[in-house]
């Protein structure tokens, strides 16, 4: 797995990595801060020998799944963090139609959570 991911507003303020310093609106009070943008790739594939062997179907399991996904978390303040993600996953294998192994389709999500903490 390779995974990235940056501050794109705030400040260190001694123990904390990245702060909820938050964007000024003039006349208004702090807002929110964009906080982190994250990338992540990674790549499971399963033992060949599991599908040699009879323990698994190549037609129904896949072999390997590659998953690209990113997403962007919004830190309101020191309580609340919004997040939005989104990944798509590919297959190998693992799906068959009329006895021929084909790759089974990819699979798309889209995420949201809004994290509250006391």
């Known amino acids: 797995m390779v995974a990235l991911h940056g501050v794109l507003e705030g400040r260190e ?3 904390e990595v ?3 310093r938050l964007v000024y609106i003039e006349g208004a009070a702090d807002v929110f801060v964009v906080a982190i943008v994250a990338a992540r790739i990674s ?3 399963t033992d060949t020998n599991q599908f040699r062997l009879g323990f698994a179907d190549p037609g129904v399991a896949a072999k390997t ?8 978390n919004w830190i309101l303040n020191n ?6 993600d989104y990944a798509d996953t590919f297959f190998r294998d693992g799906a ?3 006895g021929t ?7 798309s999500v889209f995420e949201t959570q809004l994290q509250i903490a006391f």
Not at 79 to 84: A, F, L, Q
């Open 79 to 84: 309580n609340v963090k919004y997040s939005i």
């Open 43 to 45: 790549n499971v594939a």
């Open 13 to 15: 303020t001694g123990q």
């Open 101 to 107: 192994v084909t790759d089974r389709p990819a699979e």
């Open 96 to 98: 068959s139609t009329n």
């Open 65 to 72: 799944a590659t998953e690209v996904a990113f997403g962007i």
């Open 18 to 20: 990245y702060s909820t």
